[in-house]
């Protein structure tokens, strides 16, 4: 069974980083994508960044400029560079793996900027 594990969340004053994790496991094959979505409060989730197991990426027009998905495919892993840190950022977290029409999604981690 496919499990997503994220990390990195906390607490960070206005124009500070963070870098989240996230590793999936129980897998065997490579996944199409994976993604990081966050629902604020009173909010719906809503994409922030995705990539493509060949590297492709994409950004909300909210994020771009500040933060860099990356992944290491022999780990299954997604990362989530944050940089420049806006309270408006504070948000769950959630890590989102897809492999054809299946979509595996973590638990989420809390992600809180200070002003």
């Known amino acids: 069974q496919v499990q997503l594990v994220e990390s990195g969340g906390g607490l960070v004053q206005a124009g500070g980083s963070l870098r989240l994790s996230c590793a999936a496991s129980?897998?065997?094959?490579?996944?199409?994508?994976m993604a990081w979505y966050r629902q604020g409060p009173g909010t719906q989730r809503g994409l922030v960044a995705a990539i493509s197991n060949s590297g492709s990426t994409n950004y909300a027009d909210s994020v771009k400029g500040r933060f860099t998905i990356s992944r290491d495919n022999a780990k299954n892993t997604v990362y989530l560079q944050m940089n420049s840190l806006k309270p408006e950022d504070t948000a769950v977290y959630y890590c989102?793996?897809?492999?054809?029409?299946?979509?595996?999604w973590g638990q989420g981690t809390q992600v809180t900027v200070s002003s």
């Open positions: 989102n793996a897809r492999y054809t029409v299946s979509s595996y």
């Open positions: 129980g897998s065997t094959f490579s996944f199409n994508s």
